[in-house]
């Protein structure tokens, strides 16, 4: 007897891309009523025992079915209720412009024997593989329900994952329930309370712009500030050090001090007199040694995510939208991973031929084939989910858009570059001994580049070349001086310090980080700078994952980006809100990561079967009241907010602090007094002791 099997993936482009492996280009395609991006594939295939051959029919969702909500009754905004939300009962439906969708699972699951689902794997992924589960048993409850285990689109991939179906893990879709409903409860509680409250204050506030909370972003824009303090408190200090040159063979060799610095004039001064009366210095160590640059590692959804900000002239965001693009198009492997380590078993050198053809990385890529090949580096970090991200499949970049292309030749030449021979050199170090004091000059000498041939992104340059020296000879150095200089400020935060920092915290995933960064950018709590140039940064509209936008508990995204590396300064409004948290007094405050740390670990935890989504729920939503009702109490501090805010009458701007990139120390210095006059703040002490570096 024949089957019939319904599979269904989370994004269209899967569906189709699946359903041409599967059936070997035998397929029949049909519209489904109600929405004009959903299909269905109908086709033969032969799974494994027990399933056997099979009539399947293969359609997807457009990224979460459902969306979570609060009854009707509680819509009204009014501060006297916020509380209430806190156990208020939440309404989980089908949106409605999914019911289409959800209708045509049920339709289909009502002649079928069993669900095979093809969501994404991850813990997103598993929950939108539970809500077609019971889109699908609204037509058959009888449905045996299985998943399959993919991370990219290629052929082979494909159908080893449709010979090994594995259940829906249970314990990541409770996991990501639990994040909705507490993003849910949460994120209207203190968005309605800062927003009707601030309301009062008037001026730019009494709109009705409404100040948004959710318990990633707030910790993201923390750091923010944090940073903005750190340059505006910044005070420079001067120091004093001394230099050593010898001119020897055609070559001035600069000698550092093993001091570096010291910030005492006049012990400087005392030392540098001593080496001067010693008159000679005595070479005390002489070493050449080969050295080795290490190549990357595999690449991650964090490390993409970083270096695309930082290489590729486009944000975060933009980065994952294109990688994500380029994955449901099979040319590259899916890019939310942590893992950083390619599993042994791994075809590595097939991948590597694909991209022989190739003008630019080909001869790269068949020099490693012909016995350069190196296995990859291994990192600390394995997701059991995916594979780093690679290159699947060979596309000419010149068929590609300008950013598709940019991701790509990045997440190949990074592959080709794991694959190679790490750069050889050979340092020298020459020590000596003048007066009291040691100092040292480096020299380095690069040999053979090998994966800096393919992976133009590291530099490793050859530097001074040292002449010859001897140990215990002696010489008088053609000049020494005293120099002075002073401390520098740090930059503004750029994108990459600030996934850094995110990932580093525990806020977000590697997947949903880029969405946070935007959300605060959309909400004007930050404006970004791009390096070398000026320029606000702008973010659009939240989307639903895979598909357009909607209500709570669904992934968001935009497609925002600009060229060079961003620097995010945070406006009036964003400093306000989180200089007026901080001064509640609260054990936590909201502007500081922990609280959301403590979340992810703890939806770790209900993953792995140690802990309840019941029990992290509701210790959670009592960690939040008790924030909550100190804030009520303490209210009148964060209405002190007003001090940051200027009156429409005064504001000429709505980022009303000065936001010129720290070129150097005078314009930074310059920078932070202007932002004091126009701010009024008295420097904070405590922002200096307490930013992360």
Not at 56 to 61: F, N, Q
Not at 333 to 350: A, H, I, V
Not at 353 to 372: I, S
Not at 459 to 471: A, G, Y
Request: with cysteine.
């Amino acid at each position: 007897m024949v089957h019939n099997i319904l599979c269904v993936a989370e994004k269209p482009s899967i569906a189709k891309s699946v359903a041409q492996h599967l059936s070997g280009g035998r397929i029949n395609t049909r519209n489904v009523p109600g929405n004009q991006y959903v299909k269905n594939y109908e086709f033969d295939y032969a799974f494994a025992p027990p399933w056997g051959n099979c009539s399947v029919t293969m359609t997807s969702v457009l990224g979460h079915l459902t969306g979570t909500d609060f009854p009707p009754e509680y819509k009204k905004w009014q501060i006297s209720t916020c509380q209430q939300l806190f156990d208020a009962p939440i309404v989980t439906s089908v949106d409605e412009d999914k019911e289409p969708i959800a209708r045509n699972i049920a339709q289909q699951a009502r002649y079928s024997k069993a669900l095979f689902i093809w969501t994404d794997c991850d813990r997103e992924g598993e929950h939108i593989g539970s809500e077609v589960r019971q889109a699908a048993f609204e037509g058959n409850q009888r449905l045996e329900v299985k998943r399959a285990i993919f991370s990219n689109t290629e052929r082979g991939h494909v159908l080893h994952a449709a010979q090994r179906p594995v259940p829906l893990d249970d314990r990541q879709v409770s996991a990501v329930a639990a994040r909705i409903e507490l993003d849910l409860r949460l994120g209207v509680v203190f968005t309605r309370f800062q927003t009707l409250t601030l309301r009062t204050l008037g001026g730019d506030l009494a709109n009705d712009r409404v100040i948004s909370y959710g318990s990633c972003q707030f910790p993201t824009l923390g750091f923010v500030v944090d940073r903005y303090f750190r340059v505006k408190n910044f005070v420079p200090e001067q120091f004093w050090s001394i230099k050593v040159t010898q001119r020897r063979d055609d070559h001035d060799v600069t000698f550092l001090w093993r001091r570096h610095r010291l910030f005492d004039r006049m012990s400087v001064v005392i030392l540098f007199e001593r080496c001067l009366a010693a008159r000679l210095a005595k070479v005390t160590k002489l070493q050449k040694k080969p050295t080795s640059k290490w190549k990357p590692l595999p690449l991650t959804t964090v490390e993409l995510q970083k270096l695309g900000s930082r290489f590729l002239g486009m944000d975060s965001q933009r980065v994952m939208k294109v990688a994500e693009g380029l994955y449901n198009k099979g040319w590259i492997s899916y890019p939310r991973t942590e893992t950083d380590q390619f599993d042994r078993g791994m075809d590595l050198k097939g991948l590597v031929e694909k991209q022989t053809q190739d003008n630019a990385w080909g001869p790269h890529a068949r020099e490693l084939l012909n016995g350069a090949f190196r296995q990859p580096r291994g990192g600390r970090h394995n997701d059991q989910a995916h594979p780093p991200i690679h290159p699947v499949n060979y596309v000419a970049p010149g068929s590609l858009g300008d950013d598709d292309r940019k991701v790509y030749e990045f997440v190949v030449r990074r592959f080709l570059a794991c694959c190679s021979e790490d750069a050889k050199g050979e340092s020298t170090t020459v020590e000596i001994e003048y007066g009291s004091e040691t100092f040292s000059a480096n020299g380095l000498l690069v040999l053979q580049k090998n994966y800096l041939l393919v992976y133009p992104y590291d530099r490793w340059e050859s530097s001074q070349q040292l002449p010859q020296f001897t140990v215990d000879e002696t010489f008088e150095p053609t000049e020494a001086n005293i120099t002075q200089g002073e401390t520098s400020p740090p930059g503004y935060l750029t994108e990459p310090e600030l996934i850094s920092l995110m990932d580093a915290n525990g806020i977000g995933t590697d997947a949903t980080m880029a969405e946070h960064i935007a959300k605060i950018k959309e909400r004007e709590y930050v404006m970004t700078q791009s390096s070398g140039g000026s320029g606000r940064g702008e973010a659009g509209g939240r989307g639903g994952r895979g598909g357009p936008g909607g209500r709570r508990g669904r992934r968001g995204g935009s497609t925002g980006g600009s060229g060079g590396v961003q620097h995010f300064i945070p406006t009036t409004l964003g400093v306000a809100l989180i200089e007026g948290y901080d001064s509640i007094g609260l054990e936590t405050s909201l502007g500081k990561p922990f609280l959301r740390k403590e979340m992810e670990l703890k939806m770790k935890e209900i993953c792995a079967g140690t802990k309840s989504r019941n029990d992290f729920v509701q210790e959670t939503l009592e960690q939040y009241r008790g924030v909550f009702v100190r804030t009520q109490q303490q209210v009148e501090l964060l209405k002190a907010v007003r001090g940051f805010i200027p009156s429409p009458e005064t504001q000429t701007d709505k980022y009303a602090l000065s936001y010129r990139r720290a070129e150097n120390t005078s314009s930074a210095r310059e920078v932070a007094e202007e932002d004091t006059r126009r701010l009024n703040l008295p420097a904070s002490k405590d922002r200096r002791q307490d930013a992360p570096e």
